[in-house]
């Protein structure tokens, strides 16, 4: 059977699979102050860090229509659609109600929407596993039950630069922030088994901070030497060859993919902030 992959724009793919027929991404929206930016292929990252440091609020976000999705349902294809965590945007409410809509029309159609519980590179790596299960012709269902499993082995990490969207966004008060650039610690950030965001460390200074990342991730990683290291940056890619260094010095995995982000993964990692899946 054929297959369509579809995920928000929050799914940071590597540039060769951006060109897969087989992939398509719905935009979600970024609002700066009163500036609207549209997350698809014109997102100019440059721009989107300096108007977020210029700006005293917090970016907002909003998260593609039914409409979009059911757009991108249409066709003969099997249809597999995976999500930012549904703890950070409602896109994946979004996904769903588009295919109990859809499926009214169309009820022999198989949709399958999954709650990444992660967000970047970790939306990626699952609709990797996903193409990877398809190509081998398993049935739909079969897809979906692997890639649960799939999914709930995978864990997250990341390493944030700046404290600034979190202060601005109400997760860390201005003392904390400041006391934070002072001293020059930066936190080491996880989520949980649901897709909420937690801090799971800190660290005086960036590299420090990604050594601690790196042990963490050696020490609770499943499976690794079958599984794929995903790393996405936030306009530092030197700093992702040296996450992926201080890691695959500790423990090895199949092989490792390094990515940019895309808009609405730039503004939760902000400006040199470093996302590591797993």
């Known amino acids: 059977m054929e297959y369509k992959i579809i995920g928000d724009s929050c799914t940071d793919l590597p540039a060769n699979l951006k060109e897969d027929p087989h992939y398509q991404l719905i935009p979600l929206s970024i609002h700066i102050e009163d500036y609207t930016i549209v997350d698809d292929e014109t997102f100019d990252q440059a721009d989107f860090l300096k108007r977020m440091s210029e700006s005293k609020e917090c970016p907002k976000s909003s998260c593609p ?83 649960r499993v799939f999914r709930d082995e995978m864990n997250t990490k990341f390493v944030l630069e700046s404290l600034e969207t979190l202060r601005k966004n109400g997760r860390l008060n201005n003392l904390t922030a400041v006391v934070c650039n002072v001293l020059n610690i930066k936190p080491i950030m996880g989520a949980t088994p649901d897709g909420q965001i937690c801090k799971i460390g800190q660290a005086r200074g960036i590299s420090r901070a990604i050594t601690d990342m790196a042990k963490a991730i050696a020490e609770d990683a499943v499976d690794a030497a079958n599984r794929t290291l995903g790393i996405a940056h936030c306009n530092n890619y030197q700093r992702a060859l040296h996450a992926k260094e201080e890691i695959l010095k500790r423990i090895q995995f199949k092989n490792c993919v390094i990515v940019d982000t895309a808009g609405i993964s730039s503004l939760y990692a902000n400006d040199g902030g470093v996302i590591v899946c797993y």
């Open 65 to 147: 229509s039914p409409e979009a999705y059911m757009e991108a349902y249409r066709g003969e294809e099997d249809v597999y659609v995976v999500t930012l965590s549904g703890n950070l945007s409602g896109s994946y409410n979004s996904a769903v109600l588009a295919k109990k809509l859809y499926l009214e029309e169309n009820p022999k159609k198989n949709i399958g929407v999954i709650d990444s519980c992660s967000a970047s590179v970790g939306q990626a790596l699952i609709a990797m596993k996903v193409q990877e299960l398809a190509k081998k012709g398993l049935a739909f269902e079969a897809v979906m039950e692997k890639i």
